[in-house]
């Protein structure tokens, strides 16, 4: 059995991530999913929320993941994500405002609820996501 697995994350605008890794977490609708090389395999919806994974050099990538699909097989994940961004790539300003433009709109009473949630819902995963990134770079040596 290896030792690693191949991680391939996929939105509709390109190949966002295709790394090895030797421990995955997935935010599956009923909660967070733990794969290690040999996972049986399975297909699982993915909801908003941290997409984490150990490199084999310790070092550990998350991403801000937004809906979608996962197939885990016992060498790979794939993921087929409605949005996804690295950490280092999210914009805490923007997605501070994204946040509270959604809260404004459900005060609106003919505003569309669903849509205003989803996007609370994004805003946050995005802030959590980079937090965790700053705060680990806060703890490099130079």
């Known amino acids: 059995m ?4 191949q991680i391939e994350i996929v939105t509709p605008e390109r190949l966002l991530v ?3 890794a030797t421990e995955v977490q997935v935010p599956g609708m009923s909660g967070y ?3 290690l090389p040999g996972h049986a395999p399975l297909i699982t919806e993915l909801k908003s929320g941290e997409f984490s994974y150990r490199r084999p050099d310790g070092k550990i990538e998350r991403l801000a993941l937004h809906w979608g699909f996962a197939e885990i097989l016992p ?3 794939t993921v087929l994500a409605e949005r996804a961004e ?8 923007v997605a501070k405002r994204q946040q509270q ?3 404004e709109q459900l005060k609106d009473p003919n ?5 205003a949630l989803r996007l609370i ?6 802030l959590e996501v980079a937090g965790r990134h700053d705060s680990s770079m806060l703890n490099m040596v130079p």
């Open 2 to 5: 290896a030792d690693t697995l």
């Open 18 to 20: 295709s790394d090895q």
């Open 33 to 35: 999913l733990g794969v």
């Open 75 to 77: 060498d790979k994940v």
């Open 86 to 93: 690295k950490a280092a790539d999210i914009d805490v300003e």
């Open 101 to 103: 433009m959604a809260e």
């Open 111 to 115: 505003a569309n609820r669903e849509e």
């Open 121 to 126: 819902e994004r805003a946050k995963t995005r």
